[in-house]
């Protein structure tokens, strides 16, 4: 019996049998529908983190002024500073053969003026580096110019809610920005969305770290960021860098390093784990569904009885009665999956529509693993019915009318 | 040739044994037009099964055309019933999903023969059964007459040696009847062993070589009647 003899026999059988076809259909969609949008839900979260975090920079140290006793990030804003951290301090970790990056930080807010316009805004003090640290990318101009951190100039760069609130339709880039009581010259305009240091970067204006200390009338860095070569030379440049701060700080250990990457791994780690449960309790609902099929099967199987016998009287073979039953629970095990595969994608884009922030596509794994599993599923349980039927007595198969 | 020698064949029926067939011997030779008659439970129906190889004897021997053929493999039988043995059933077992050229070619189909041979086939065992009109009609569409008629397509089509028919006429009006064996006989004529297994004394007469069964024993054969 050839392929396309067994698959039109068997395609015959599944559109006689309209109700149990669509049982069998209903129950296989709906486990690999599941599936598919469960590990998309999960997938998406998990990209969404993922996304937060990387978009404050990868291979990065935080260098935070003040020991933190306990450990842990919370804790460091509660740990008393002893001494700052000073521009010549970031310059001096810079000397370490796997750091690539350096931006210190000054963090404060100002007014921000424009003709009639004023508004309040954060202002982070900087250097070149900060662009490609944070993976940041500009509408338009250009970014802080590189050169020598202590070097100060009347300068800066403005998030796109900035420039949009205080210069509306007017280019921003070379009008002269009043920030406090000084006046800065708008060389860029920040294309990037995302946040920094909790703060939306639509909203910051960034002008060179010595300027925002004399704005702010500081000598204090508030963080400064390293950014490693690789990620294996973290632990080194960690070590380089806390015995440099202790040799400028008179052998005091009075810094806290933060790794992003560290705490972005076990994210992963957690919402990876997370995404293969649920697909795995997803999976159960195949099993349900691969337990229908079976039952279904039996019962067909015995309405079919004379056919089978029949079947047997013209010269089939055990194995070939069994390989056209097995066809049958495989053809409503693919076209199951299919119509799962449509209802999935479907449910993920009705998802992705409600929550447009959520990025739940399901991963390629999770639809193809789905697949292959209900086709296997159609395969196990089709398979018992199939040896019931191969077995028939034939003589009783043909009285049995 | 169709040998049978010693065959006993026993059912359990609940806790009593049910001696179906008794040391049957026979001889059937190639073409011979054969009737076994009998009352219900007399074990003709069971011969009849174990000469087409859907039962198996509980001893004895059996041969076809020279072949022992008791012991052979289930994809064996199977290829020896394809090959050789035609059935003809009371019901006339037609598949209700299939049109009437589609139940003709089913065991083509599970012998693996082309699409194109079939259909070639098919059209002219249809024509030959005057029932090239009803080729694409479902078994529903279809008189009674007309369903065994293709019955006998099906049975045919592998070319068989011997064909063996369980009460033919059974569901059938006398016209039909008499016009489904009419077509049995010409199938006779052309040196295919016909045995037909019956209740109709009618049809039973006809037959060339009559076989009375009682209890699972033969108690007549007329034997070949030259």
Not at chain 1, 166 to 183: M, W, Y
């Amino acid at each position: 019996m050839s392929i396309s003899d067994l698959l039109r026999f068997s395609f015959a059988a599944i559109i006689r049998h309209r109700l149990r076809t669509a049982l069998v259909l209903i129950a296989i969609a709906i486990g690999v529908a599941s599936i598919i949008i469960l590990t998309g839900l999960g997938e998406g979260a998990r990209r969404f983190v993922l996304g937060e975090f990387s978009s404050l920079g990868t291979n990065l140290l935080i260098v935070l002024p003040g020991k933190s006793e306990t450990g842990g990030a919370m804790s460091v804003f509660s740990g008393a500073t002893t001494r700052d951290l000073t521009l010549q301090d970031a310059s001096s970790l810079k000397r370490h053969p796997q750091v690539r990056r350096i931006a210190p930080i000054v963090f404060g807010a100002a007014e921000a003026s424009w003709q009639q316009r004023s508004r309040e805004a954060p202002i982070i003090g900087s250097s070149s580096e900060m662009l490609s640290i944070r993976h940041w990318s500009l509408a338009q101009g250009r970014f802080l110019p590189p050169g020598e951190l202590t070097q100060a100039s009347a300068v800066c760069v403005i998030g796109k809610k900035i420039a949009e609130e205080l210069f509306a339709q007017t280019n921003p880039v070379g009008k002269n920005l009043r920030i406090g009581d000084r006046r800065f010259r708008v060389i860029g305009v920040l294309a990037s969305s995302g946040r920094t240091i909790d703060l939306d970067v639509q909203n910051i204006i960034i002008i060179p770290a010595v300027s925002a200390q004399n704005l702010f009338n500081t000598p204090a860095l508030f963080r400064i960021l390293v950014e490693t070569r690789t990620r294996d030379s973290q632990e080194k440049v960690k070590k380089f860098i806390i015995n440099t701060m202790k040799s400028r700080h008179q052998g005091e250990e009075d810094i806290t390093i933060i790794s992003q990457d560290a705490l972005l791994g076990t994210f992963d780690k957690i919402l990876t784990a997370l995404t293969l449960t649920i697909s795995g309790i997803a999976a159960i609902s195949l099993t349900v569904a691969g337990i229908l099929i079976m039952n279904i099967m039996l019962i067909t199987v015995s309405q079919r009885t004379t056919e089978i016998g029949l079947l047997k009287a013209l010269g089939a073979s055990r194995y070939q009665i069994q390989i056209i039953f097995m066809t049958d629970a495989v053809l409503l095990a693919i076209a199951g999956a299919t119509l799962g595969l449509f209802l999935g994608q479907g449910g993920n884009l009705f998802i992705h529509q409600l929550f447009p922030a959520l990025d739940n596509s399901a991963p390629t794994w999770s639809v193809v693993s789905a697949f292959l599993v209900a086709i296997c599923t159609g395969l196990i349980f089709g398979a018992m019915p199939a040896r019931r039927a191969a077995n028939l007595n034939p003589v009783q198969a043909l009285v049995h009318h | 040739m169709i040998e049978l020698l010693d065959i006993n064949r026993i059912f359990q029926v609940g806790d009593q044994q049910v001696h179906a067939l008794k040391d049957i011997n026979l001889t059937i030779q190639n073409g011979e037009y054969l009737s076994i008659m009998g009352p219900s439970g007399s074990g003709k129906s069971t011969l009849l099964n174990i000469i087409g190889m859907l039962d198996q004897p509980d001893s004895g021997t059996y041969h076809l055309e020279g072949k022992e053929v008791t012991h052979l493999s289930d994809n064996e039988k199977s290829i020896i019933r394809s090959s050789q043995i035609g059935f003809i059933f009371q019901f006339f077992h037609l598949l209700p999903r299939l049109t009437a050229a589609e139940n003709i070619a089913l065991p083509m189909m599970l012998a693996g023969i082309s699409p194109s041979e079939r259909q070639k086939r098919t059209n002219k065992i249809l024509a030959l059964l005057d029932l090239t009109e009803r080729a694409h009609h479902k078994p529903e569409q279809l008189s009674g007459g007309q369903r065994q008629r293709v019955a006998i397509g099906r049975a045919t089509i592998m070319q068989p040696k011997v064909l063996l028919a369980d009460e033919p006429t059974g569901n059938l009006d006398r016209h039909a009847g008499h016009e489904v064996i009419k077509i049995l006989e010409q199938l006779n004529q052309q040196d295919i062993t016909l045995i037909v297994v019956t209740h109709d004394p009618e049809l039973g007469e006809r037959a060339h070589r009559k076989i009375k069964f009682v209890d699972g024993a033969i108690t007549i054969d007329t034997g070949t009647q030259s």
